[in-house]
């Protein structure tokens, strides 16, 4: 019976242990995907332990942080660890505006927190910052989606299912919608706006239409069997938007229109469109999780030419982070750390090498955020909590920080 | 390829996948495709269940003789062990074979877990790691992302965050495991080992359904679909409710 109670126990600990771990990344915090931002020659930047950060894109130093974490319960299995700042930053003015994983939208004074870095890391009213908990429950409102600012309004995507309007200068709530997705209950997708009205697209595939004043619900509204996995991208030109759904295609919608444009490819792709795409001068260029950038003519649906990105074993490694054009060349990341620079006419690409890593890959970290480029440089942020700089006309990482800081 | 790599390619993606297909097929009600798979994968492990409900029934059939040798035997322990073995032998019953087809199961049990923690997708990056395990069925594309909505519960937010609706959850899981427990532990006639048994069988309920406020309800309504299933299984096929009215005779003195 010895043997007994230790198998018995052999099972007990292996289920405590199961339990304790459960699956590979839940018990971690919700780092998020914050993507950067640069303005006035700095790089704005949230971390993955929660932090929005200001570089100074010259000297290479930090200007200022400021910690939103904060621990919004649940164990190691439960659904959250710690909120982070979850969105990418968006500065308008003097003010830098983030989105919550615990719900909040704060507003922060970028030239009083650079003049002063110890300022303490709640708003201060002095400088007109200010934090607004998102609907009656705000540490279930997990804001995921990138904000949206039109003139003096921010649009916010709340876990609650709804889109909210704030005032841009005090943080105020204006107005909210009905809950758009009643299945989920939630919106992770970014709202678009164009000419005062706002579209959300939802995980129960609908594409609705919103007033950008009342945020009530317009005439028009799209469905499609499966959800929709990324915020709609339009084109003013045509007025039509592009998106990304869960059954692996990519789709075309006329605004206005019942009928759908047309949904690329023909059978579904290695894996979602995740990522939101890319549109100019009529040609859609939108990255897949398996791993290929495709480039698709926006009226004809024709696929121009499609390029695939490798991890260090050259195997596909999935694109979450939408392609950026800059100097004309189109710049894509894929999972494994690889960027690359890609001739948007005819799909010749380059991957951009690093010999300081043995060129395992471009950085040594991966790609899920969204980046963004500015005068020939390309700002990362890797999920290791490091962001890198990578120079386009010399095909190398130019400089790289670490966004972790000791408290 | 690595181990995790093997695992997802031969139990966990499978399950995931049938998972979300009952999803699918059941109305999109992720609650009732958790109950749907509970009941497949019990069935599919059925024959293992067997061995184990027969063991147990036949530890349960020789308890009267256990309680002879233990009133003949008691003061010389070996002698005891030796006897008791002796019987197990001559009956034909393995005492650990109410174990083994545990431990076998248990692969499957963590794969199911996994796909219901994977499947609920409660945060955008468990939302963007499920791509790597789905298929590309039509069913499962248009599933995606399930609706965690059941029975006024979200089944990915924790029973303690549902308030009341969480807390019958954890009586429900707490009280079935006791149950269960109760009908397959065959009391010792070890005074000693029949108090670690006692203990065992009160603080893996507790266990569970501390663990139940902690977790999402999706895995708690598993642990309690799982835990009903298992008793209705064991009163059938042991004709009874087992050792639950078994009053050991150390329990009175």
Known sequence: MKNAKIIYLIVISLFTLLLASCIPGSAQPIGGWAGTTVHDNTIYVGSRDGRVMAINASSEEMQWSYHVTEPSGGMGCGPAVVSAAITTPIVDGDFVYIGTYSGKVLALNTTARSQNPYLPEEPQDRYHEWETPIGTDARNNAIVADLVINDDVIYVSSSDGRVYSLRKDFGDQVKKSGILDEKHSKLWTSPVIEDDTLYVSTFDGHIYALSAETLELLEWSFKLEAGFASSPVICEDTDTMFLGSFDRHLYAVKIGSDVLEWRFPEEPAGNWFWASPVVNEGIVYAGCLDGTLYAIDAQTREKLWEFESKDQRGKPSSIVSPPVLIDNLLIAANEAGNVYVIDPETGEGERIKNRENGDKSTINDQIRASFCAHEGLVYIRGEHNRLYVVDIDKRKVSWDFSLSIEE | ?253
């Open chain 2, 1 to 253: 390829m690595s181990f995790v790599e093997i695992w997802h390619l031969i139990i966990g993606n499978p399950i995931l996948n049938v998972l979300i297909v009952l999803s699918h097929v059941l109305f999109g009600r992720f609650g009732l495709a958790i109950i749907a798979l509970t009941i497949i994968v019990r069935l599919v492990s059925w024959p293992l269940n067997r061995r184990q409900l027969k063991s147990t029934k036949a530890m349960q059939d020789m308890q009267p003789k256990l309680q002879e040798l233990q009133k003949k035997y008691g003061k010389n322990k070996q002698k005891l062990q030796q006897e008791m073995m002796k019987l197990y032998k001559e009956a034909g019953v393995n005492p650990l074979g109410c174990l083994w087809p545990m431990l076998i199961q248990f692969p499957i049990w963590i794969a199911l877990y996994q796909a219901i923690m994977n499947a609920l997708a409660t945060t955008p990056e468990h939302l963007l790691n499920l791509a790597r395990h789905l298929y590309s069925w039509e069913m499962v594309s248009q599933a995606i992302p399930l609706s965690s909505q059941f029975l006024g519960l979200d089944l990915g937010q924790t029973a303690l965050q549902a308030g009341a609706l969480g807390l019958l959850l954890a009586i429900i899981v707490g009280g079935t495991m006791w149950v269960q427990q109760k009908m397959t532990t065959a009391p010792s006639v070890d005074p000693r080992q029949e108090s670690t048994q006692r203990m065992t069988t009160l603080m893996m309920p507790l266990m569970f359904g501390f663990f139940t406020l902690m977790f999402p309800s999706g895995l708690a309504l598993y642990w309690a679909v799982s835990n009903i299933i298992g008793i209705v299984t064991q009163y059938f096929v042991t004709g009874g409710w087992g050792y639950l009215k078994f009053r050991s005779p150390f329990g009175q003195r």
